[in-house]
């Protein structure tokens, strides 16, 4: 059975919003709100497997250094942290901004339009 495009659009905005509004209601650090963040990464994850998305595109090349740069950055950040006990984590510095249910919930959101742009991207190139 194939669906047309706008329902497949319509049944991700409404699973992306129900998971927002999980995570928003089930409170920081919650077992209802890293069930849902879980059950929704898979998908997006299995998803973005299946349709082998990004196979089609060409390589990153040099345009990808900057984002290779701000990556060490974070990983670089984030052992001296465990070194230090005194530092905070990254998480430690987006808790604040977290607290709220609204931007918890908006941050989902943000974070579930990341993995749907990387799942559309174009998929291998099969001999026509």
């Known amino acids: 059975m194939r669906c047309s495009r706008s329902t497949r659009g319509l049944t991700c905005a409404a699973a992306a919003l129900a998971c927002a509004a999980a995570v928003a209601a089930a409170g920081e650090l919650s077992a209802g709100a890293l069930l849902a963040v879980a059950a929704a990464g898979a998908v997006v994850t299995a998803t973005g497997l299946a349709r082998r998305a990004g196979a089609g595109t060409a390589p990153v090349g040099r345009r990808g250094l900057p ?8 990983v670089a950040w984030e052992l001296v942290t465990l070194a230090d006990d005194d530092l905070p984590t990254l998480s430690d510095l987006a808790d604040p901004v977290l607290a709220s249910p609204v931007l ?25």
């Open 67 to 74: 984002w290779l740069g701000w990556l060490g950055a974070a």
């Open 104 to 128: 918890r919930g908006g941050a989902t959101l943000a974070w579930l339009a990341a993995g749907a742009w990387l799942v559309t991207r174009p998929g291998s190139r099969r001999p026509g």
